[in-house]
């Protein structure tokens, strides 16, 4: 099993930075692929982006350029670094980890872009 918890969500003005962190604890060898989505109010859920390997990543259209994402093994935390943040980046962030078998989802961090 795989717990996964997200933190760094708030509010910040349009072209501000966040950067969200995911801790993991659990199995956490047997997880391949890590990543990011985010869920708008009335939109479905949506990969921002999501890192294989430790070192293969993939970004949504949307976020290329603007967003990072990483991970410290020996923390075991993933983190998204987010800068020149837009109102349409506002949305529900979740974690995201899969194994072979499952599909683990933290709680999410609301992050918010408003001035």
């Known amino acids: 099993q795989v717990h996964l918890v997200e933190s760094g969500g708030g509010l910040v003005q349009p072209g501000g930075s966040l950067r969200l962190s995911c801790a993991a604890s659990?199995?956490?060898?047997?997880?391949?692929?890590m990543g990011w989505y985010r869920q708008a109010p009335g939109k479905e859920r949506e990969l921002v982006a999501h890192?294989?390997?430790?070192?293969?990543?993939t970004y949504a259209d949307s976020v290329k350029g603007r967003f990072t994402i990483s991970r410290d093994n020996a923390k075991n935390t993933l983190y998204l670094q987010m800068n020149s943040l837009k109102p349409e980046d506002t949305a529900v962030y979740y974690c995201?980890?899969?194994?072979?078998?499952?599909?683990?989802w933290g709680q999410g961090t609301q992050v918010t872009v408003s001035s």
């Open positions: 890192i294989i390997s430790y070192a293969t990543t």
């Open positions: 659990g199995v956490i060898s047997s997880i391949y692929r």
């Open positions: 995201n980890g899969r194994s072979t078998t499952n599909n683990y």
